[in-house]
């Protein structure tokens, strides 16, 4: 029996931490995405897959899309050497965002409802 069977028929909740966002897609219902201990973008699998919000989460699909880094068009996510110590007051992605702000480093975004159940921590999302 598979896992999405044994949760409907055994009325199961699970809580599956996976780096294989592949495997996330196939079994769950809803997708928190973590970087560096925090939540950057909440929602459910289809909001996260096929209209990711937050830039991290974008990288990341995209690079499930194309394995292979040398096809053009995939956009990878860069390097930002000391970055847990560098944005510990703003956004911790800031140091890898192409669409990074003067604020992103001083200001700690929340979690803004772009969507019904869709959270993102992106400043770009502020209401
Ligand atoms: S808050 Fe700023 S640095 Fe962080 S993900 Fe959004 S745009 Fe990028």
């Known amino acids: 029996m598979y896992t999405r069977e044994y949760k409907k028929e055994l009325d199961l909740t699970y809580l599956f931490i996976s780096h294989q966002l592949q495997i996330t897609q196939k079994i769950c219902d809803h997708i928190a ?20 919000l937050h830039p991290y989460t974008e ?26 110590e560098k944005y510990r007051g703003g956004c911790k992605f800031a140091g890898r965002c192409p669409h990074a702000k003067e604020e992103c ?12 159940g869709h959270l993102v921590s992106c400043f770009r999302y502020r209401i």
């Open 59 to 84: 990288m990341l699909v995209s690079s499930i899309l194309e394995a292979d880094p040398d096809i053009p068009g995939l956009v990878k996510v860069p390097e930002d050497p000391g970055r847990q």
């Open 33 to 52: 995405v973590l970087y560096l201990g925090s939540v950057m973008e909440l929602g459910t699998s289809d909001q996260i897959f096929f209209r990711p």
């Open 105 to 116: 480093f001083r200001e700690k975004p929340g979690l803004f409802e772009a969507d019904s």
